[in-house]
């Protein structure tokens, strides 16, 4: 499931190639996602330039001419995919190819979702940071506000584990399974402690740890397990840098014990029982 790095990667990249770009020509052939694409849609962003390409937690704000956003929202299977020339069409299966904006400079930027839990909206962006999706989301994880001092003034009396508070997107926004067990491994924490027993210590290594996580995983294109790909329709390559996600049984990098998976909040959750405390 993409989460903050993934959504960041696909921003950069496409930030190079469409920023400038009019949609020429737009496409439903499927509007039933997590929301239903409007039936004006198509009629509501043709002669559009996409004017700036910005992101808040897990959504990609694609700024049309006319103060009109594009929420984009990847679900759990999406991918926003700018095509054209040698882009390999054969790694993404077509019936799954919902929306197609065609660009004018003949390339076509393709949202692609089997699951379907994929959102696209159009708010006026005078409007966009109250929309429903917005509003109630905690700040952004490589932005200033989010600091070890917030965090220990957040975690005061809090009962919930620490990993499920990492991924509560009102806490902090964008950070979901892989990132939050690997963060706890950095910050050498254990995925189920309550968040009120932590130490203002370890509080700061989990607010250290958290940015420069998410900053290698971005340099890196994020992490793909199975159907992310970037807007060039490639893999991530940050799946080979896990320390300790999806690796149950398999040696600690630090210390060599087998890395651990025990449930928290219905989630997998990997950990080093001899590192992580
Ligand atoms: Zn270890």
Same mark, same amino acid.
């Given at each position: =499931?993409?989460?903050?790095?993934?959504?960041?990667?696909?921003?950069?990249?496409?930030?190079?190639?469409?920023?400038?770009?009019?949609?020429?020509?737009?496409?439903?052939?499927?509007?039933?996602?997590?929301?239903?694409?409007?039936?004006?849609?198509?009629?509501?962003?043709?002669?559009?330039?996409?004017?700036?390409?910005?992101?808040?937690?897990?959504?990609? =704000?694609?700024?049309?001419?006319?103060?009109?956003? =594009?929420?984009?929202?990847?679900? =759990?299977?999406?991918?926003?995919?700018?095509?054209?020339?040698?882009?390999?069409?054969?790694?993404?299966?077509?019936?799954?190819?919902?929306?197609?904006?065609?660009?004018?400079?003949?390339?076509?930027?393709?949202?692609?979702?089997?699951?379907?839990?994929?959102?696209?909206?159009?708010?006026?962006?005078?409007?966009?940071?109250?929309?429903?999706?917005?509003?109630?989301?905690?700040?952004?994880?490589?932005?200033?506000?989010?600091?070890?001092?917030?965090?220990?003034?957040?975690?005061?009396?809090?009962?919930?584990?620490?990993?499920?508070?990492?991924?509560?997107?009102?806490?902090?926004?964008?950070?979901?399974?892989?990132?939050?067990?690997?963060?706890?491994?950095?910050?050498?924490?254990?995925?189920?402690?309550?968040?009120?027993?932590?130490?203002?210590?370890?509080?700061?290594?989990?607010?250290?740890?958290?940015?420069?996580?998410?900053?290698?995983?971005?340099?890196?294109?994020?992490?793909?397990?199975?159907?992310?790909?970037?807007?060039?329709?490639?893999?991530?390559?940050?799946?080979?840098?896990?320390?300790?996600?999806?690796?149950?049984?398999?040696?600690?990098?630090?210390?060599?014990?087998?890395?651990?998976?025990?449930?928290?909040?219905?989630?997998?959750?990997?950990?080093?029982?001899?590192?992580?405390?």
């Amino acid at each position: =499931m993409p989460e903050l790095p993934e959504v960041e990667s696909l921003r950069r990249l496409l930030v190079r190639s469409v920023v400038g770009r009019t949609i020429v020509h737009a496409t439903v052939t499927n509007a039933a996602l997590r929301r239903r694409v409007p039936s004006d849609f198509a009629r509501q962003i043709v002669g559009r330039r996409i004017e700036r390409l910005g992101r808040r937690a897990k959504y990609l =704000m694609v700024e049309l001419g006319g103060e009109l956003t =594009m929420l984009v929202h990847l679900g =759990m299977s999406g991918s926003l995919t700018r095509r054209c020339g040698a882009f390999p069409e054969s790694s993404f299966d077509r019936r799954h190819d919902h929306l197609e904006l065609k660009l004018d400079d003949r390339s076509r930027l393709v949202f692609n979702d089997p699951r379907r839990f994929g959102l696209v909206k159009l708010v006026a962006r005078a409007d966009a940071a109250s929309c429903s999706e917005l509003r109630a989301l905690g700040p952004e994880p490589l932005g200033p506000d989010f600091n070890s001092a917030y965090l220990a003034q957040k975690a005061r009396g809090r009962r919930a584990a620490i990993k499920n508070f990492l991924m509560d997107q009102k806490v902090v926004a964008g950070i979901g399974n892989i990132y939050a067990a690997e963060i706890l491994f950095r910050a050498g924490v254990r995925p189920a402690r309550r968040v009120y027993t932590l130490s203002r210590t370890e509080l700061k290594r989990i607010a250290e740890a958290t940015p420069n996580v998410l900053r290698e995983a971005i340099g890196l294109r994020g992490t793909t397990f199975r159907s992310y790909r970037d807007s060039r329709g490639k893999p991530g390559a940050f799946s080979r840098r896990l320390k300790v996600y999806g690796r149950e049984n398999e040696p600690c990098p630090r210390c060599w014990a087998p890395i651990k998976n025990v449930v928290v909040g219905q989630r997998a959750s990997f950990f080093c029982p001899r590192c992580q405390h």
